[in-house]
């Protein structure tokens, strides 16, 4: 299996100064996965609430921008140095959408990308659809159900209680809840326009993700093939 960065991975070996440590754990745990037939797995309550509101998202997106109705984007994609699925395809733009936690980690005030790896991101979606630009999403949705129920849990036995406290919930449900507030307040556009320049880096960058592969192969046919 030959070595081809994930969209999403590619701010992992974009160090200043090289591959770095980020970019050597990071290849590290990928030849990991081809030794073993493993996938690494990583999950936490922030990756949750963007997976289940998602779909949300993009009818929020949709509304905005008067799309009317769009789906995500199921096509996988893959060239000679990257791989991955975008969100949404657009005649001339690719969206990534970043559901937020709370409204104290969506970016409301910011005039630049916040997260220069999202930026690499969106530089490997348009190289994979050829899009001349990419506009990165950030929503602020409504907690799922499961997850406010989860928090409030929490919060009851952190208060002493046995089991979840009704009050509680409702206090929890309330700091968790975004829909009743306008669209503005709720949704964030970042304008990335294709670099050339930052596709060939990211090439480059790949290459040197070979050589370091075959520094510590144990297998050479999973950097080769």
């Given at each position: 299996m030959q070595?081809?960065?994930r969209c999403s991975a590619i701010g992992e070996i974009?160090?200043?100064k090289g591959l770095g440590k980020t970019g050597e754990g990071y290849l590290q745990t990928w030849y990991k996965e081809q030794l073993y037939s493993r996938k690494k797995e990583f999950t936490s309550k922030y990756t949750d609430k963007g997976l289940i509101m998602e779909d949300d998202a993009i009818d929020l997106i949709a509304e905005h921008l008067q799309l009317g109705m769009i789906f995500k984007n199921e096509d996988f994609k893959e060239n000679s140095f990257l791989q991955?699925?975008?969100?949404i395809i657009l005649n001339d733009a690719v969206v990534e959408i970043k559901n937020s936690w709370d409204c104290f980690s969506f970016p409301l005030f910011d005039s630049d990308c916040p997260n220069k790896d999202y930026e690499w991101q969106c530089q490997g979606y348009m190289e994979l659809w050829d899009k001349p630009k990419a506009y990165l999403v950030y929503c602020l949705m409504d907690a799922p159900e499961s997850i406010i129920e989860q928090e409030a849990r929490r919060e009851s036995y952190r208060m002493g209680?046995?089991?979840?406290d009704m009050d509680?919930?409702?206090i929890?449900?309330?700091?968790?809840?975004y829909s009743h507030l306008p669209i503005e307040l709720r949704i964030k556009f970042f304008t990335i326009h294709r670099s050339e320049e930052a596709i060939t880096k990211i090439k480059e960058r790949v290459d040197i993700c070979y050589t370091y592969l075959q520094s510590?192969?144990?297998k050479p046919e999973l950097v080769n093939e």
């Open positions: 070595f081809k960065i974009m160090g200043i991955g699925t975008a969100d209680y046995s089991e979840l509680l919930y409702e929890v449900a309330s700091k968790m809840t510590i192969q144990l």
